[in-house]
């Protein structure tokens, strides 16, 4: 594993470096305590910010140039995605279409669906969602139950997703649903659907923090073009494993660069106020050790991934470790700052910087999505580790 970068990659970065300089307007922080900004708002400077970046190249740099791309390396796309951490870039609307649908569209989608689908998710005209879990099929995702019977030349779905993120603003949702009730893996199938379509209904649910960014989605009779079918007819549980892994794995240096900003100014607020007693350092040193620890195995991903090798089941050891110790970060700073890490985001007596009550309310569900931590726990024993069952 080589931790350099090459005289390219320096290139890559300074140049976009002076791009930042002078095409960000405000960052991430600035926009959330302006309190003319509310969630729409919110999403709308988001979806500009990512339009800005497409126009200038920075968008889906690694897929193929004829997706969109520009057939960048994984180095590249991380060197990215540090630097927009660094300077606290708002991040890009379309984040669930182009980390897990476009890869699967690459991977497994018709040369038609990628022309149809990926420019416009990469120019953020169509916002996607993912739609997996089901009440009663969360960890147990392969016990899911909305049904795609195909009639014709259309698929009709009836049933129920939930938890979806982005749902209440997204305009497609990527789908699996059951096509052979008595194939438990391989009577399932990806679909796109169009939320516009007849029969579907979106409704919003009120998170923790206080945003309605995710919701349920209900199919009613719903028909779905069968052009609309990534891959064959029962190959979804397939496609879904590769789209898991990338998200799961492929976006820890990315996620090691915002916890790395948001431990930088726990360390920097402690010092401002004189919190430098023996116990306060052993704990912020512990917390730096972890985020050397959470690098240090982005990096691993990383030079897979640059070799050319899809993220596998070791991703599960990085989905475990962020979304952890983001939640000791995010308690070490409520324990630590008392009361001023409980100002609102709105508060002129906040830090700038940081917004520790939405992010420590946040963090709450790291360890849910995406797998929640027993189950990556139950993925290392059984995948990476090879242990036998209990
Ligand atoms: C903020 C947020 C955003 C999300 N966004 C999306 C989205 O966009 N699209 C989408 O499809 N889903 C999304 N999800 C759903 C998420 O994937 C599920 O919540 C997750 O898979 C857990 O499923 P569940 O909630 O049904 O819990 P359950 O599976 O019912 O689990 C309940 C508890 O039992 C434990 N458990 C379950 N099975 C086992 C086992 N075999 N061994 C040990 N322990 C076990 C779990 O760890 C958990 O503690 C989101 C969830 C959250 C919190």
Redesign the pocket.
């Given at each position: 594993m080589d931790l350099s970068l090459t005289a390219d990659h320096q290139a890559f970065r300074d140049e976009l470096r002076a791009w930042l300089a002078d095409n960000l307007d405000r960052t991430w922080a600035d926009a959330l305590r302006d309190p003319g900004n509310g969630e729409h708002e919110l999403i709308e400077l988001r979806r500009d910010w990512q339009r800005k970046l497409y126009a200038a190249g920075y968008l889906g740099m690694s897929f193929p140039r004829e997706w969109g791309g520009r057939n960048a390396t994984q180095v590249e796309e991380v060197i990215l995605a540090e630097e927009l951490s660094r300077v606290d870039a708002p991040m890009y609307l379309n984040s669930?279409g182009l980390g897990l649908c476009a890869p699967a569209l690459i991977h497994h989608g018709t040369e038609e669906q990628r022309r149809r689908f990926i420019p416009a998710m990469l120019n953020a005209d169509e916002i996607w969602?993912?739609?997996?879990?089901e009440p009663g099929a969360?960890?147990?995702l392969a016990s899911l139950r909305t049904r795609a019977e195909l009639d014709g030349d259309s698929f009709v779905l009836n049933g129920q997703?939930c938890?979806?993120?982005f749902g209440p603003w997204a305009d497609w949702i990527f789908v699996l649903a059951r096509t052979d009730k008595d194939d438990r893996y391989g009577g399932i199938s990806f679909i796109l659907v169009d939320l516009k379509s007849d029969g579907v209904d979106v409704r919003p649910l009120k998170q923790i923090t206080g945003e309605s960014e995710?919701g349920e989605v209900f199919f009613e009779n719903v028909r779905v073009p069968r052009d609309n079918l990534v891959g064959e007819v029962g190959e979804g549980w397939r496609i879904a494993m590769t789209v898991l892994g990338y998200e799961r794995g492929a976006t820890t240096m990315a996620t090691a660069a915002r916890l790395g900003n948001a431990l930088r100014s726990l360390v920097a607020t402690c010092k401002e106020l004189g919190l430098e007693d023996t116990a306060t350092r052993r704990r912020l040193g512990k917390l730096i050790i972890d985020w050397q620890v959470l690098y240090s195995n982005g990096y691993r991903t990383l030079a897979g991934l640059d070799a050319g090798e899809a993220p596998g089941p070791e991703s599960s050891v990085e989905k475990l470790f962020w979304s952890e110790f983001d939640q000791r970060l995010q308690t070490a700073a409520q324990e630590l700052l008392g009361p001023g890490a409980q100002l609102e985001r709105f508060d002129s007596n906040a830090r700038p910087d940081v917004d520790w009550p939405r992010d420590f309310l946040w963090s709450r569900?790291e360890t849910?999505?995406?797998?929640?931590?027993?189950?990556q726990r139950?993925i290392i024993a059984k995948r990476v580790l090879g242990l036998p069952q209990g």
């Open positions: 669930l969602c993912q739609g997996f879990s969360g960890s147990d997703k938890w979806t993120t995710f569900a849910i999505f995406s797998g929640s931590s027993e189950i139950n």
